[in-house]
Each structure stands twice: as structure tokens, then as C-alpha cells.
């Protein structure tokens, strides 16, 4: 028997508080693609803990109900199959129904926000941001969306000082949190026998690198690494450099190792699985990417939880990941000379290297667990909701 007055069907739903997550891409690999995964199932978990529904969208996606999960935390999203149009068009809809917040996973969804605040101006709106796309000024359009945003979040000292600078956003509204290290390779490193690396991984004394091979990217330093090979080698002729990753710069980087001698001592590493990829790490000596444009450096993460010792650039977030002569080192990048000394210290002296790694992976258990992480970005939600 219905009591009279209950409210049941269509209404009910339109009542219900809702929060919404925008994206550029869940069910891919990639940095972003991975922070997006970490968004994506706090913002469900905090949804749910106070009895709201929350409506996930990607942009480039396929256009079905997709179902992911970090950590035991399990989330559901649409994907719009690379179609701008219907990515506002449902963000609208979702706005419209009684909306409390929308968070993006991108600055490049900052103006779907504000136009979702049309229909829902009470709405609080949040735009996080990775590293390098805010790193010189965003077009007008995208720039003044990123401005009315209530909260942007940035992961290092460093994005955050970019966000101000370059984007002309107000301090007090930017907020430093985090990226963590994923509880999937977390539990990679935990399995019981490890990964096995791949078959064609190098055998003896490996330094490894990781990243895609475009040239977009070459400001990661893959070719200053290579430079910095042929000094080493006088000393350590076992020694070898592996590259993991995927991307139509490979054949540039094999011209560029054959011009430097040093051609069978670089390896790529390409379509790696999460496994593989985990067990190179585990397998390496040393992890190296002297890049200058790393807002956080994800991979400074896997490789600390792993125990190595880490080379990084003294541009972007690295430095206030690697603790200089602590937990490894920084180099200028583009320097193959100091990058080179870098690595020497650390080939010659093995157990202080040890040292180093045992350092990073306590530095990572302290402060970059994914719980870290879902504590903090549950307290802003909080905040948002409640102002």
C-alpha cells in the first residue's frame, strides 16, 4: 500500500542531491587517464556516504555504461565517443537535476562547467589540473572558465604557482593535492612470486626509463639519457638502459642511440602489461627520467614504492618528490654531463643506492598512499558542499 504523499517515480530522482565528474578519458592508460580513476572513485565513495547519486562522464570513452574500481572502490561512468557536443548536452541534464557539485578532471572541461552553471548556479564547481597544459596561458575561453572555478586543484607547489602566474587564478582558490600511487600496482608489488619482467628485458646493471615516445614529449630526456651512456659504459660495459613505453618517436630514439654508439645497450620495451611493467621496475638498478616538464611524476612514485633510487629533473614537481642526495637525485635537464655523474655515484657505490631506494619507498608509505589521498580530497568536497 503507497502512503499518501510518498513520493515515488520520475519526482523522486529530481530531489535527490547529485554530484558529477567530467573527463577526458577513464578506460585508457596514462597519467591523467589514472588521476582520473582516483577522482572518479572518492568522488563516488563521498556521493554515496551521503545518500547522493553520482554521475560520471568521459569524453573520449565509448558511448556505453562502463564499471571501474580503485582500491575497492567501485564506480560506474558514460562514456561520449570523442563527441564534445554530447558531453555538454548530458552534462546539462545531469546539472539540471538538483546538482551540488561537478568536479573535471581537466581544464580543457572547464567551459562544459561553466555552462552547466547556467542551469544549476548554485552548483560549486572544481577543476584539477596535472602539470604542463597550464604551464603557458590557456585561450581565453578555457582560461577565464578556469578562473570561475571555486576550487582548482594542482598536485605539486609548482603546477599551482603556474595556475596563478599563467592562468591569472586567485591564490585562495587553488588548492595542492597530490596524485597517489595507485592500490593496482601496489598490489602488483605485493603478489607472491613478483611479476616476471618481459622476455627481451636486459640482463646485468639496468637503468630504466619510462614514458610515450612522441616528440612532443622529448622533454622527458629519454635522448639525454642515451647521451650520458657511452661515459658510463668506459666503467660498467654490462650496463644497459631500457625504455618502456609506446609511441611513433621510437624510430628517432634508435637513430639517436645507433649515432652514439650505444645501440645494444638501449632496449625498448613496448605493450607492456601492468604486470610486466611492475616487474621492470622491481628489476632495475636505477630509474631515471631527467624530464623538465613533470607537474607530479607518477612514475617517480612507482619507482620509490619499488625501492630504487631516482634521477630527476630540478624543473616542475620533481623536486618536491626526490629529496636531492636523499632519496636520489636532480639534474638540469638537457645536461648529460651531470646526469652522468649522477648515475655514476649511484653505480659505484650499490649498497648507498640501496640506501637511497629504502629512503623513497618510506617516503611513499608515509605520504602518498592512495588513502592519503582520498582523505584529503574528501575534506575539500566537504568544504564545497557545505559553504
Known sequence: MIRPGLAIGPASWQTQRVVIGLFPELDAPGGVQRV?????????????????????????????????????????????????????????????????????????????????????????????????????????????????????????????????????????????????????????????????????????????????????ERYKGMDTLITALPRLLTMWPELHLALAGSGDDRAWLEDFAEKNGVDRHVHFLSGLSNEELAACYAACEIFALPSRGEGFGLVYLEAMACGKPVIGGTHGGAPELIQDGVTGYLVPHGDPMQLATALQTLLADPQHAKEMGARGRQTVDHEYRFHNFAKALKKILREQCES
Open 36 to 216: 582520473g580513476r582516483h577522482l572518479a572513485a572518492v568522488l563516488t565513495e563521498f556521493a554515496s556516504s551521503r545518500g547522493w547519486d553520482c554521475r560520471l562522464l568521459s569524453l573520449n570513452d565509448t558511448p556505453k555504461l562502463h564499471r571501474g574500481a580503485v582500491g575497492g572502490r567501485e564506480f560506474v561512468f558514460t562514456g561520449c565517443e570523442r563527441s564534445k557536443g554530447r558531453l555538454a548536452v548530458t552534462a546539462l541534464r545531469a546539472a539540471k537535476r538538483n546538482a551540488k557539485l561537478v568536479l573535471a578532471g581537466h581544464p580543457n572541461l572547464s567551459p562544459v562547467v561553466q555552462l552547466m552553471r547556467l542551469v544549476a548556479p548554485k552548483m560549486r564547481t572544481i577543476v584539477c589540473t596535472h602539470g604542463v597544459e597550464v604551464w603557458e596561458r590557456l585561450g581565453r575561453l578555457r582560461r577565464d572558465a578556469l578562473r570561475r572555478a571555486h576550487v582548482v586543484l594542482a598536485p605539486s607547489r609548482d603546477t599551482a604557482e603556474h595556475v596563478a602566474v599563467q592562468q591569472e587564478v586567485a591564490r585562495e582558490r587553488i588548492r595542492v593535492l597530490p596524485w597517489a600511487l595507485d592500490p593496482q600496482f601496489e598490489a602488483l608489488l605485493a603478489a607472491h612470486p613478483l611479476p616476471k619482467p618481459p622476455k627481451d628485458f636486459p640482463t646485468g646493471r639496468v637503468i630504466l626509463t619510462t614514458g610515450r615516445w612522441v616528440a612532443s
